[in-house]
């Protein structure tokens, strides 16, 4: 970077979005901070570096949540495992590990209709060649 000041601008923006602020979080004095922020938004430079700031802070929110994902796992497997807890306690965190390890259970649905309706959808799908006459 050119300077402190668009180190320190470019980390603030690229943490709030706010181009005011963060010139003035920079330094530069809150009278012209408006246009200098704008100014430095466009600076092909400053902009580079906002976009790698923004990108890490990404990579390390991720990593964070990754750890914090695997603690997470861990709670709903001790629940599960755990003898003494409740057993709905025990059957809701099993069925969170199996939604999150992607095995989703079937959903039933159930359908209930009268003589007169389920007339009418018959001619209506024999109209359509769906059931034979």
Known sequence: MANEQW????????????????????????????NQGYRLTKNDEVARRIEEIKHQMMQDLRNRMSAEASSAFGVLEQIM?????????RIKCAVEVLDRAGYVAEKK??????????????EIMRQFGMIDV
């Open 7 to 34: 180190e320190i601008f470019a980390t603030e923006y690229a943490r709030t979005g706010n181009a005011t602020q963060s010139a003035i979080v920079a330094g530069y004095s809150a009278e012209h901070a408006g």
């Open 81 to 89: 495992k755990n003898p003494d807890a409740k057993d709905a306690d």
């Open 109 to 122: 649905v159930e359908v209930s209709a009268s003589k007169k309706d389920m007339d009418k959808a018959d």
